[in-house]
């Protein structure tokens, strides 16, 4: 099978990468636009951030049910790609009624554009195709140079420039995104004559499982595993986008975020530290991944229940950070940048560990006729998780800083704590794995990594 990928995968990887930039700015001013343009305080702005982040990840469930049935993946993401540029547009209004408009433009547009993007990148590849899990991490290697640069150019427009040409800056980094793909779509067609359904039923599996269904005793147990993995994903997304609520607000007011050298000093926008979790998702993939294979060589390797609860242990250490941290002089005043760039180190970690691991249970554990039901209602948890993460904001003012961590630490350690009470559960419904050929032990191990790009980040 040819190495090189097609030339789809590229228009593809610049398509994502620029919605991805205009997400990602919009994304870190969002608070610090409701706190101090509209005089929100910091609850009602998180209540609004996690009401958002709900919908941006419900939609999509249904933009690619309505792919599938009517419009196509093409003409979806096209009419997808306009409705997130306009939505950018109306945001740098600069009013209440422009900002609601913006949300449910934005929302609508997601729903379209991001399921029906990374279906077709699966769509490109034939099934056994080796050069799939590389493409994919290709792709989320274009979702991370979006997000990496999306916050330092955002806060530079804000400060220059003003609101209104900083959110400006996301509808034209969209209208890039929306002209790469009008333009050079006819690369992706081949990626637009299977369903999503299709693409993720399409994968290969050992010959001795292929087209034979499970016991039905087999099918409750892997459906009350995935209702478990649900319950838990829900508790990291919560901790995971505190990113665009209370972190921004602790970069903002807690952090001395001034760089000295020798006569020469700047103050680091705070918006800028949300970039800290895509640089180390770019700098520590391909150390994970070795790692893994260092482990897998000796029979080491964690299996993926018991890497999952790994990444929950290290979602409670990146907030157990926050609480010494406050407890240093956050709670009352400023401390170094080097807690709060630690706490995104380890979150980050975290997220490898646990948000491609969790993708990977769905579509081992998920009966093939209910995949893409199972899948969505994975989406369903996540999104609920992001309601959350906006919930708790309310109790960012009226408690410690100390105290607001310290929820996040016990509500990671309760999901970790669920997992360890299931794991015989959960590693019992695991289907036996095992490379299909021989040469799939040679094969470049980032399945699981690049899942992530599916996750919608």
Known sequence: MASKHPRGLYVLFFTEMWERFGFYLMLALFTLYLTEHLKMTEAEASSIYGGYMFFVYLTPFFGGLLADRIFGYTRAILSGAALLGAGYLVFSIQNQTAFYAALFLMIIGNGLFKPNISTLVGNLYPQGDSRRDSAFSIFYMGINLGALFAGPVGEFMRTKFGWSLAFA???????????????????????????????????????????????????????????????????????????????????????????????????????VFQAFNSAFIILLTPIVVRFMTWLRARNLEPNTPAKIGIGMMLTAAS???????????????????????????????????????????????????????????????????????????????????????????????????????????????????????????????????????????
């Open 169 to 271: 800056t996301a509808g034209v980094g969209m209208a890039f995104s929306f002209v790469i793909f009008a333009a050079l779509r006819k690369h992706v067609t081949l990626g637009d004559t299977r369903s999503s359904v299709a693409a993720v039923l399409d994968m290969p599996l050992p010959a001795e499982y292929e087209d034979r269904p499970d016991p039905p005793a087999v099918e409750r147990q892997r459906i009350i595993a995935l209702t478990v993995m649900c319950l838990i994903v829900m508790f990291f997304w919560m901790a995971f986008h505190q990113n665009g609520t209370s972190l921004t607000f602790w970069a903002r007011d807690n952090t001395d975020r001034t760089l000295h050298l020798g006569s020469w000093s700047w103050e680091i926008p705070p918006g």
């Open 319 to 457: 907030y157990g950070i926050m609480v010494i941290a406050s407890w240093l002089g956050g709670d009352h005043g400023k401390v170094s940048m080097v807690w709060l760039i630690g706490c995104y180190f380890v979150i980050t970690i975290a997220e490898l560990f646990l948000s491609p691991m969790g993708l990977s249970m769905v579509t081992k554990l998920a009966p093939r006729r209910m995949t893409a039901m199972m899948m969505g209602v994975w989406f369903i948890a996540t999104a609920i998780g992001n309601y959350l993460s906006g919930f708790i904001g309310r109790f960012w003012k009226p408690w410690k800083h100390s105290e607001f961590f310290t929820l996040l630490v016990v509500t990671s350690l309760l999901a970790a704590c669920l997992l360890v009470t299931q794991y015989r559960r959960l590693k019992a419904a695991m289907p036996p794995e095992g490379p299909l050929e021989d040469d799939k032990k040679q094969a470049d191990p980032q399945p699981a990594v690049a899942a992530v790009a599916d996750a919608g980040y």
